[in-house]
């Protein structure tokens, strides 16, 4: 699965990043960082999906690779 962020929708309140740190990071320009690229760890599979619903403006999703 990869993640794909909306950068129109996007804030950079970091929601995502409190909820999964290991996927998300916002920098210190206020835009979102995928760490690790967008392709999601088996074992993060999880945390990403609750930073998908816990983000404000919907900008996550994600889709099969
Ligand atoms: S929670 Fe949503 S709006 Fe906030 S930084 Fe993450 S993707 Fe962007």
Redesign the pocket.
């Known amino acids: 699965m990869k993640i794909q ?1 909306d950068r129109n ?9 409190a909820l999964c740190p290991d996927t ?1 990071e ?1 920098d210190d320009h206020g835009k ?1 960082q995928l760490i690790s690229g967008d392709t999601i760890p088996k074992d993060l599979l999880a945390e990403v999906d609750s ?1 998908i619903s ?4 919907g ?2 999703s994600k889709q099969a690779c």
């Open positions: 962020v929708k996007c804030t950079g309140i970091g929601i995502c990043e998300f916002v979102l930073a816990g983000c404000p403006t900008a996550l």
